[in-house]
């Protein structure tokens, strides 16, 4: 009998309570032996909940009490999270977490005190949310050598540019109707500003890497200046705009961005719509492989987390494989990053001037102003030239071959 | 340091040779040792090949050299494969291979031997090719309860049937073109007939009930009937024809099929063409999962049975957990299934008498027949009704919430 911790009772917490009771056979099975939760951390009560009587205010009985192994911590936020995730792993708990944000601050000083006890530090729910994504990076493509990743990170830009896409809307509007509905916060900017797919992508870069990826180097441009005139061009190409982040790592060279790119409909992640998320990865044994799933949600993400919290059960007793150290890899300049851009222009005439080679692209009920899709260029180039011409909005192309 | 032999030196076994030897330095981070190619059996000899030196002709050598503590099978076919897999489980040896007609035929045998043994049985390769769905299943969603998977499970015919879809070509023209560009054997029978996508749900459906499935016991429908009208037809519907391989189970019950479908656009294996594999599976808490690949091919054959070459070399010490027993489990009558039915008929008015509601299809350049789409019914009903009906030619369309 394995007992564990839940600290935080919220969405995910009491998914992951919901999921281990509903499946705790398969649990039990899995694990090697039935996983009983002994205590949930939260600072209120629940009275008549299910939990009720497993709720403790305090980390010290937690963290003092020497039969629990693994903890779960479903807070989210950088604090007491990361306080609590620590002294955890320090007392010889495991832990699994959803909690991106901390796993992206301090994976790299978690994965090594947890290396150090002997302990696992797991977040598979970290990306992707129900998507089993970091366990077929590490414990499945074991024999490959991952050299591309791009993803659909975050459910709510690609719900909102979904609408946008499906319905013509506005981007304000499309946010609003994803608020309403549940699937953007009232404080959406970490969403919408793309700093959550970013940290997502910074995660998967340290993966395949094993380095650590800083999100605050990765070039991360959001949604919020997407308008249904954009998407009004993108039909007429057959395209969507989508928000991808992506990494290449080759020759021991690191590319990373997060940007709303034109798609087009042979490309992997086109029909990755609404909530979904979708990752494409390459190997350069495997080939491209794609995952797709519900990337947010209470049981998705929980079912994640359980699932990390069987494998923490199960290889309790296993020397623990760093996933990353603390060496830091940064990402090349993304001025050599070579794309095609979409622009939109209010003079046609001076843009064929600096840009020379532009292919015209009408969208039906859009007036007084011009777009065009450039030649392949670098980004350094681009901004040179762009800055001598007004441009409304720009969007990069996905390059057929992956980052060049 | 591990050693390795491979059986049989194909096109998968000296992948798994290319794979080991190019990406060496992930395989042994992994497996935490290096992995060593210790022999290749074959009857041939290779000259002048990087793994000219390991060759040898005898399976005697391999077995009785405690060395090897892993054995690739990768030979195909039932005999000798059968034979030499058990005597090296027997010989306390674990076991990766390919071939899905022994782990279809002699899985739960193999499993238990290797079990008793303390060794492994690993099969990564033998479903879907690249895509790490078995390691998905087994040790990715722990906490779930997998209920639903429907894949597009052979390349050959995936191949065949998008060669048809997009440029109208007759079914035997696309054959001869898979043929020609070594998509299709020579004697494709075990592909078009169905009978390898069915093998493949048969072992996915033991994994996911634990059991025994008898490929012999699931209903099986080849591509060979199908026709550039049908597809005439499924163009005006907006849909495809793929010849999907599903299985559900619920309460205890299983139901499994293989047979053409029509799929509209809003499934999620709709956009799965040319020679890509995809599996879409349900968990009662992580909800639709899809995951696409390359399903053959040599390297990415090799990718997924050198990640099981890594798992047997790091697992090696731990306890077997067994993937299902002996216990067998046939699927639910056929008779059950509900699905509605596209049907091509002579005789419109007779059609309309026996099936009662009919919504008509037209499809362009086609007269002589009439296409209808049926109510929604089970195929016992279909069958009694089909029997007073001169029917051209019918295909299942994929219900809207599963297998019924």
Same mark, same amino acid.
């Given at each position: ?58 980390? +010290? ?5 020497? +039969? ?12 007491? #999270? ?16 959803? %909690?991106? %944000?901390?796993?992206e601050a301090y994976g790299s000083e978690l994965l090594q005190i947890a290396k150090e006890k002997k302990v696992r530090f797991l977040f598979e729910a970290a990306v992707g949310g129900g998507i089993p994504i970091i366990r077929s990076i590490k414990d499945a493509l074991t024999a490959d050598k991952i050299d591309f990743i791009t993803g659909i990170l975050n459910g709510t830009c690609n719900y909102i540019l979904t609408k946008m896409s499906q319905e013509g809307m506005e981007f304000e509007d499309a946010l609003k109707q994803a608020q309403d509905n549940g699937f953007a916060e009232r404080d959406p900017a970490a969403d919408i500003e793309g700093h959550d797919s970013c940290r997502k992508i910074a995660i998967l870069a340290s993966l395949i890497t094993e ?13 919020? %200046? ?89 290889? %309790? ?9 603390? +060496? ?22 001076? #843009? ?53």
């Amino acid at each position: 009998m394995a007992k564990i911790a839940i600290l935080g009772y919220g969405t995910v917490g009491s998914g992951v309570f919901e999921v281990l009771t509903m499946n705790a056979d398969s649990a039990a099975v899995n694990a090697g032996e039935p996983v009983e939760i002994k205590y949930v951390l939260d600072l209120r009560d629940f009275p008549g909940d299910p939990a009720e009587d497993k709720i403790v205010h305090d980390i +010290e009985v937690i963290l003092a009490d020497p +039969e629990v192994s693994v903890v779960v911590e479903t807070m989210g936020g950088n604090e007491p #999270a990361h306080t609590f995730v620590k002294r955890a792993l320090e007392a010889g708990k495991s832990v699994c977490t959803s %909690n991106k %944000n901390l796993v992206e601050a301090y994976g790299s000083e978690l994965l090594q005190i947890a290396k150090e006890k002997k302990v696992r530090f797991l977040f598979e729910a970290a990306v992707g949310g129900g998507i089993p994504i970091i366990r077929s990076i590490k414990d499945a493509l074991t024999a490959d050598k991952i050299d591309f990743i791009t993803g659909i990170l975050n459910g709510t830009c690609n719900y909102i540019l979904t609408k946008m896409s499906q319905e013509g809307m506005e981007f304000e509007d499309a946010l609003k109707q994803a608020q309403d509905n549940g699937f953007a916060e009232r404080d959406p900017a970490a969403d919408i500003e793309g700093h959550d797919s970013c940290r997502k992508i910074a995660i998967l870069a340290s993966l395949i890497t094993e380095k650590n990826v800083d999100f605050e180097d990765i070039t991360t441009i959001g949604i919020s %200046n997407i308008s249904a005139s954009d998407f009004a061009y993108a039909k007429e190409l057959g395209m969507k705009v989508k928000l991808l982040s992506s990494a290449s790592y080759k020759d021991g060279k690191l590319r990373a961005i997060t940007a709303p790119f034109l798609v087009s409909g042979d490309n992997r992640l086109f029909n990755v719509d609404d909530v979904i998320n979708g990752v494409w990865i390459h190997g350069n044994a495997v080939g491209d492989l794609v995952f797709q799933g519900a990337g947010a949600g209470k049981l998705p993400t929980a079912s994640a987390v359980s699932s990390d919290v069987v494998d923490a059960v199960k290889n %309790n007793d296993t020397v623990y494989k760093l996933l990353w150290g603390d +060496e830091k890899i940064s990402p090349e300049d993304v001025g050599d990053y070579i794309f095609r851009y979409f622009i939109r222009v209010k003079d046609a005439d001076k #843009a064929k001037e600096v840009f020379g080679n532009l292919t015209p692209v009408e969208a039906a009920g859009i007036s007084g102003e011009h777009g065009f899709i450039t030649d392949v260029m670098s980004e350094r180039e681009f901004n040179e030239k762009s800055g001598a011409v007004d441009i409304i909005n720009m969007i990069r192309i996905t390059p057929d071959t992956k980052i060049n």
